[in-house]
C-alpha cells in the first residue's frame, strides 16, 4: 500500500479537506477526509481525479505550427489543412507513429489527461497495400501509451469513400481505407494488440457520415454492442450542406433517425448543430465531444455549449490534432468563445458552481463514459491522480477557476495512473528521452 495526503481533494459529493488517498494495485483501497498527514507521508495541494481527452489524432502532433502559412489558397480552411495533412502523413512509418504519439502522450499527461481516446484511422502503408498485421499502426500506439503509462481508450477508424453518396476515396486516403472485413480483421487484432495495456479500451469510430455508407454504419454498430462508438459530425458548414443535399437532412438528424444512438456514442464536434438535433442528442444521452483548440485552430466554428449544457446535454474535451495540448486551455477557449457569443461573462457555470468546478465535473462526466472508463477519487476506482501545483493557491472552485483563467507555466505538479506517479515537479519521468526520438523524426521529415 502506498499513501498520498492532499490539502483538500474534489470528490464524488464535492470538495473535502485533509484527504488520504490510499493504494493498493493500482485502485484506491480507501479515501479519508479530516486526516492528519504522517510525517514520511508525501503531501500536495489539490487533487483531481485524472482527466479523459476524449479525442485525439496523435499523429498530428507533427504538424503543430506547421500549417499557419499563407502560401496555400487564398481561402484556407479545414479542407484546405486536410490536404496539408494528407500530403505530411504519406511517408510516416509505424515507428515514426510511436515517436510521434508517445511525444503526444506525454504532453497530455503533463497537461493532467490521463486516458486518451485515440481515433485512430493511419492503418495502412504509404502505398495504401495492408501491412502483414492489420494492427501494425495500432501496436505503434499501444506501445506509445505503454511507454508513457497514460490509459488508452483505441478506436479504430472505419473511413471507405471520401463524400457522401458513397464518392472513392482520394489517393491521399489510400492509407486509411478498409473494407468492412478488413476492418473487422483490424479491430480483432487491435484488441489483441492492446490487451496487454492495463485497463485498455477498444471501441469503434465510423470517421463521419460522408466517409460510410448507410448499410455499412449498420454493420459496424453491430461490431460494437456494448462498446464506444465516436464519429465526426457536423464539424463545418460544407458537410452540413453537402448532407442536406445527399440526403435532405443534416447530418446529426439523419443520424438520429439512422442509427442507433445512445450513451455509446460520442459525437465528435457536433458544431453546427439546430436546436432540434440538439435536443435529440440529449434525449438519447449521447455524449458531444468538444476540442475547442483544434476547432479555433481549424476555423470550424463555435458549438452552442450554453443552450446545450443547460438543457442538461453531457460533453467531453479532447485535444483533437494536437496542435496545443492543454487540458486548462481548452476549457478556457470553450468558456471564453460562449462569453463572445453571448456577450457576458460565467456562462457555462452551474448554480451554485463556478465555472471552472462546472467544466471539470462536465468534462470528467462525459467524457468518462464516452471512453468506456469513468473515473473518480473513490474506493475502487483506478488511482488516476492529478496534483495542481502548490502555487495555485486557494481552496475549493477558486483553485480550480485559478487554474482554468490564471494559470500560467507548469500548473500541473504530478500525476499518477494506476498509482504509478508518471509526472513529478511538472515533467513526465521518461521526457528526455521520449523529446529526443521526437525530435530525430522532425529532423527527418520536416527540416
Known amino acids: 500500500m502506498q499513501t498520498i495526503w492532499f490539502r483538500q481533494a474534489l470528490l464524488p459529493g464535492g470538495w473535502a479537506k485533509d484527504v488520504r488517498l490510499s493504494i493498493v494495485d493500482g485502485r484506491f483501497a480507501s479515501v479519508l477526509a479530516g486526516?492528519?498527514?504522517?510525517?514520511?507521508e508525501p503531501r500536495y495541494a489539490t487533487a483531481l481525479p485524472g482527466l479523459p481527452n476524449l479525442h485525439s489524432h496523435s499523429f498530428q502532433r507533427l504538424m503543430a505550427g506547421l500549417t499557419e502559412s499563407r502560401s496555400g489558397p487564398a481561402h484556407d480552411d479545414f479542407w484546405s489543412w486536410r490536404e496539408l495533412m494528407y500530403r505530411l502523413v504519406g511517408t510516416l512509418t509505424p515507428d515514426d507513429v510511436a515517436a510521434i504519439a508517445a511525444m503526444a502522450f506525454v504532453e497530455m499527461l503533463e497537461a493532467g489527461f490521463t486516458r486518451v481516446g485515440e481515433f485512430h484511422y493511419l492503418h495502412h502503408q504509404p502505398s495504401g497495400r495492408t501491412y502483414d498485421d492489420p494492427a501494425e499502426m495500432a501496436a505503434a500506439i499501444a506501445a506509445a501509451a505503454a511507454q508513457t503509462g497514460i490509459a488508452l481508450t483505441l478506436l479504430p477508424v472505419f473511413y471507405a469513400h471520401a463524400g457522401f453518396g458513397a464518392l472513392a476515396p482520394s489517393v491521399g486516403q489510400r492509407r486509411f481505407v478498409n473494407s468492412i472485413d478488413d476492418f473487422a480483421a483490424l479491430v480483432d487484432a487491435s484488441r489483441h494488440t492492446v490487451a496487454c495495456l492495463l485497463d485498455a479500451v477498444v471501441g469503434i469510430a465510423p470517421h463521419s457520415l460522408r466517409?460510410?455508407?448507410?448499410?455499412?454504419?449498420s454493420v459496424l454498430e453491430a461490431m460494437a454492442p456494448s462498446e464506444p462508438i465516436h464519429i465526426h459530425v457536423a464539424e463545418q458548414v460544407k458537410e452540413v450542406a453537402d448532407c442536406v443535399a445527399w440526403s435532405g437532412q443534416r447530418p446529426v438528424a439523419w443520424l438520429m433517425d439512422h442509427a442507433s444512438v445512445d450513451g455509446r456514442w460520442c459525437l465528435v464536434h457536433a458544431t453546427h448543430i439546430d436546436p432540434d438535433e440538439q435536443r435529440a442528442i440529449i434525449a438519447r444521452g449521447a455524449i458531444v465531444g468538444l476540442c475547442p483548440v483544434t476547432e479555433a485552430n481549424l476555423g470550424d466554428g463555435i458549438?452552442?455549449?450554453?443552450?446545450?449544457?443547460?438543457?442538461?446535454?453531457?460533453?467531453?474535451?479532447g485535444s483533437d490534432s494536437n496542435v496545443r495540448i492543454d487540458a486548462a486551455e481548452e476549457m478556457r477557449l470553450l468558456e471564453y468563445g460562449q462569453r463572445l457569443v453571448k456577450k457576458r461573462r460565467t456562462v457555462l457555470a452551474l448554480p451554485g458552481s463556478s465555472v471552472g468546478r462546472s467544466l471539470i465535473e462536465t468534462m470528467l462526466d462525459g467524457g468518462g463514459r464516452a471512453l468506456g472508463c469513468t473515473g473518480a477519487l473513490v474506493e475502487g476506482a483506478p488511482a488516476d491522480i492529478v496534483a495542481l501545483s502548490k502555487d495555485m493557491v486557494g481552496s475549493g472552485d477558486r483553485v480550480l477557476d485559478r487554474w482554468i483563467f490564471a494559470g500560467g507555466g507548469p500548473t500541473v505538479e504530478a500525476v499518477w495512473r494506476s498509482g504509478r506517479k508518471v509526472v513529478a515537479d511538472g515533467r513526465h519521468h521518461?521526457?528526455?528521452?521520449?523529446?529526443?526520438?521526437?525530435?530525430?523524426?522532425i529532423d527527418r521529415l520536416i527540416f
Open 303 to 317: 458549438f452552442p455549449a450554453d443552450d446545450y449544457f443547460m438543457a442538461g446535454g453531457r460533453f467531453g474535451i
Open 211 to 217: 466517409a460510410v455508407t448507410p448499410a455499412q454504419l
Open 430 to 441: 521518461d521526457r528526455a528521452r521520449i523529446e529526443a526520438r521526437f525530435a530525430t523524426v
Open 35 to 40: 486526516t492528519v498527514p504522517a510525517a514520511d
